[in-house]
């Protein structure tokens, strides 16, 4: 390999401005490509296992969501690939973990990998499930990961890739904006699986009182309520013991009495002249559709719109989604968005990451110019950092990954291999120089003397590597990015170190202090 560098060190030497200018280039041209890489938050990990939240009507009974879901079980079980399938309906009533009897989360594990059909991917199975469960009546279908969907909801209280929060005071006109919000998201390239928070169709039963009967038959408004709290709602009327302990015993007709509108209307009561009255004479019942649940967040109202994306990056996706709702939705006075969900990940990680890069290359700075105790070394040696993120980008750009935290978390490491390889360069070279070497000779010497440790340092971290590049197991996902930075920059890192810095110090030495080379006049 010497015999091939030497050759180009030293047409190098003689045209180093033009060398510069040529790698100046390519850098100035690889951020062009920053547009079109599109950005993530961390790349979708397959666990797997799949997912499928389904959402019914809030109005449905319990029996009911039951059957259905026993259906949606039987369903998935005959889908090639899928090993188990179990589910939950409804959670605790706690307010931390809230869900009712028309929310289930299905958990189906997958058979090995071995043993899916031929080109099958985990992506396929998940898009045959929605084809099997579309046609159940009234249901909405998220796919998601058990660990993931977890994680979202802890952090961002949603388990979308994308949630779209409007807040207002009425639930109502909330609604509606929701719907068109969806119906516009669905225009856009790459949303699939909506889900609108349910914020209607629960069933109520609506009790006004006719203060003119109640008047007539000697009743008052607090009769009527207490009656049909006690009935329906049940009112504690003794305490029962037993040894040590206390129970309070509440009473209530019995569920075929309370849970029927026509037994309500039914109900008689009692005058104080003796007289049985009907309640239906008393009061006009009747059973309306009302909220299942309102939700609020900041003092105020809000509703969710949540959906996934797949096929695209998530930045790009909400870019567009953003300027299409400004253009196609103003929202009526009062009434205010907010994005949530793994974009909002993103964008807390790539703000932190805004703060992080700065002060990681100011860190590097400071160290290097501890050890030459020179500004004009610091400054020659931090040149190797766009070097080195050339290859990354454009690794990147090849592979059709996306810039996430786990891509960066790789050009930060890469730019410490880029920047230990420049060390051991000008360190030579400068000592070199300070045994009388020309610039000339001192960087042919230094140059050939390192050029193994810097191939040897940039081999050894791409061959560890390598294997990322080409796992399959649980988390190769998130691990591929970082090697593909780190793969890719290393191999132009390594070759403009050899070659463009070599080029910057012979400028940069001739500019701070010329000598004579040893050349004849």
Known sequence: MKLGYRPLLTWVLGNSRKTVAISVALFVGTLALFPFLGTSFIPEMKEGSVSPNIMRAPSISLDES???????????????????????IGRGESPADPAGPNEADPIVTLTPRSEWPEGWTQDDIAQRMRERLADLPGVQIVMAQPISDRVDEMVTGVRSDVAVKVFGPDMEELRLLAEQIAAIAARVRGAQDFRIEKVSGQQYLQIEVNRQAIARHGFNVTDIRDFVEIAVGG????????????????????????????AIEDMLLISSRGTRVHLRDLAHIQVIEGP????????????????????????????????????????????????????????????????????????????????????????????????????GVIALFLTGEYLSVPASVGFIALWGIAVLNGIVLVAYITSLRSEGRTVNEAIIEGTGARLRPVLMTATVAMLGLIPFLFATGPGSEVQRPLAIVVIGGLITSTLLTLVVLPALFALVEARAQPVDDGSPD
């Open 66 to 88: 039951v059957r259905m879901e026993q259906e949606a079980m039987r369903r998935m079980m005959e889908i090639p690939g899928v090993k188990m399938a179990v589910s939950r």
């Open 235 to 262: 009112k504690t009327a003794t305490d029962v013991f037993e040894g040590e302990w206390r129970f309070p015993a509440s009473v209530r007709l019995p569920a075929e009495f309370r849970d029927d509108a026509t």
């Open 292 to 391: 299942a649940q309102i939700s609020r967040e900041g003092g105020k109202r809000r509703i969710v719109v949540g959906m996934n994306v797949a096929g695209r990056d998530l930045g790009g996706f909400v870019a567009e989604l953003q300027e299409e709702i400004a253009a196609r939705l103003p929202l009526p006075p009062g009434y205010a968005l907010e994005w949530g969900g793994q974009f909002q990940n993103m964008e807390k990680a790539m703000s932190h990451l805004m703060l992080i890069v700065p002060a990681t290359i100011a860190a590097i700075f400071f160290l290097l110019f501890l050890l030459f105790r020179s500004l004009r070394y610091a400054a020659l040696i931090i040149t190797v950092l766009p070097f080195a993120s050339i290859g």
